[in-house]
């Protein structure tokens, strides 16, 4: 698998460009009124423009209805629809058919018996995204800048991509990537100066830490694989 670094809760096209001129895979925008990082239909339908065809655009919602996700889907035309309520299974399967879209699910975790729940969306989602469980007094389910214990993900191998996310930002990125065994990964307030505004240097820095772990993994992998070969043929 590629690996993937997604930018999301962008609102300018500033910091759109920021993060697409530091390679970033995926730019996610967030139509969830109470976050901070909210971008209206107007707004989001002119940086979907800028992105097509240089990045991958995710619509963030939860529990969007149909009016809601397909007024999404008309002007604003994302390559995935990010699902980060409480959507079923059967909810995730039937927004794909009605959309035509890939879907992204997000599951909230904070220890190892959650992951059970990641799995029941295998096969239905396109992509999962382990994130942390939001505080219980949290008003939004994410970009709330906590972490899980990273290392509960290093046994995770669903058939489906998956992108870590929850508190990383460039300082803790590559420490993620090397515990979790993570080949894609999510940011969101760790690249912000302030909550919803994003920065152009920290977009930068956190890309090319986690490009630079991803290598190191990549490479340890190869080496693990060559001793294994080494060993067998002895």
Request: glycine share 8%; charged share 25%.
């Amino acid at each position: 698998m590629h690996s993937t670094v997604k930018i999301c809760g962008l609102s300018t096209a500033a910091t759109l460009e920021a993060a697409i001129g530091a390679g970033a895979d995926m730019v996610g925008l967030v139509f969830f009124a109470k976050s901070p990082r909210f971008v209206t239909l107007d707004r989001a339908e002119e940086l979907a423009a800028r992105a097509r065809g240089r990045a991958r655009i995710v619509a963030l919602s939860v529990d969007a209805d149909d009016e809601a996700l397909a007024a999404i889907v008309a002007r604003v035309s994302p390559d995935i629809l990010q699902l980060h309520g409480r959507e079923t299974p059967d909810r995730v399967a039937a927004i794909k058919q009605t959309f035509g879209r890939e879907v992204m699910k997000a599951i909230g975790v904070s220890e190892a018996g959650d992951f059970a729940q990641a799995r029941d969306f295998t096969g239905v989602a396109d992509w999962l995204l382990i994130d942390a469980k939001p505080p219980k007094d949290a008003t939004r389910p994410g970009g709330n800048g906590r972490a899980f214990d990273w290392r509960l993900a290093r046994d995770f191998a669903p058939s489906t991509p998956w992108l870590l996310s929850g508190g990383l930002d460039a300082a803790n990125v590559g420490e993620a990537i090397a515990l979790s065994g993570a080949e894609g990964v999510d940011v969101s307030s760790g690249v912000e100066r302030a909550p919803g505004v994003k920065d152009e240097a920290q977009i930068a820095a956190f890309a090319a830490a986690a490009r630079a772990a991803f290598a190191r993994a990549q490479d340890g992998r190869k080496t693990q694989e060559a001793t294994r070969a080494a060993r067998s043929s002895a």
